[in-house]
């Protein structure tokens, strides 16, 4: 299926590993040009390098490392990202970390640290790029739209770390609140609520080489498909949410999370 993102600019937060490769991945076979960013300079540009030779043109994308919690970093890798691909027609937020303990009790420094990674990080970038996607004539900006990645544990209470639940939560609030506030300028802005992804070096693959067996029974109990979700499934979300397939989408949290059950 063409979804007509060919040549599109999409600019992606946390795109060297897991969910954030995963979705660059997709976008390079859609044919869009791509702004990778993250912390890692080594990380990234081993990311381009994956992507060329996956088959993407080399010209078609740009790897930038910095800070992107940071408003000035993410202000100058928008402004570089316009200036060598082209007008942004997609924003990824694919921030999301979490340092704090579970329970009640965390530091006031956890709770600092976690809501500047997993809240401001994202935004800082929603409304960098809006202010760039709205700086251009109606015409121009025709199917721009943001895309915040969040998480299941903002939608429930699952278990997780405090600080994490609420800044994912915080996201969809954030979401459905510039949905409404864009809207009439023609922007989208919708979110994608992963559930529990496994992938190379993430989280979830540490914990099942750990204790395969425990993992297992945990997923088959608490996941109604019985399994752990790939990258792949998310970043098909995510290209169908940036495509004019999604058209009349604004405002949603869409959960990919195989029917969690509990």
Not at 112 to 119: K, S
Not at 224 to 252: M, N, Q, Y
Request: net charge neutral; hydrophobic share 45%.
């Amino acid at each position: 299926m063409d979804l007509q993102l060919k040549g599109k600019v999409v600019f992606i937060a946390g795109a060297s590993k897991g969910i954030g490769l995963g979705m660059a991945r997709g976008f390079a076979k859609e044919g869009a040009k791509i702004a990778l960013t993250g912390r890692g300079e080594a990380a990234l540009d081993a990311a381009r390098a994956l992507l060329v030779e996956e088959g993407a043109k080399p010209a078609d994308l740009l790897a930038i490392a910095g800070d992107m919690t940071s408003s000035d970093v993410i202000a100058k890798a928008l402004d570089t990202t316009q200036e060598k691909l082209g007008p942004i027609h997609c924003a990824i937020a694919n921030v999301g970390l979490g340092r704090a303990p579970l329970g009640f009790d965390v530091s006031d420094a956890d709770w600092e640290a976690d809501v500047q990674q997993n809240l401001y990080g994202a935004v800082f970038l929603a409304r960098e790029a809006l202010r760039r996607i709205l700086a251009r004539p109606a015409s121009e900006r025709e199917g721009a739209n943001l895309i915040l990645i969040s998480s299941i544990a903002g939608v429930d209470a699952l278990g997780t770390s405090l600080t994490y639940a609420a800044t994912k939560a915080g996201i969809n609030h954030t979401t459905k609140s510039l949905a409404k506030l864009v809207g009439k300028d023609g922007v989208r802005v919708n979110a994608i609520a992963p559930g529990n992804i496994l992938f190379k070096d993430g989280d979830w693959e540490k914990r099942v080489n750990e204790r395969p067996d425990a993992w297992g029974r945990w997923i088959n109990r608490e996941v109604a498909l019985r399994r752990f979700g790939k990258v792949e499934e998310i970043a098909d979300a995510a290209l169908f949410l940036a495509s004019p397939r999604a058209s009349f989408v604004t405002g949603e949290i869409l959960v990919v999370d195989g029917g969690q059950l509990r």
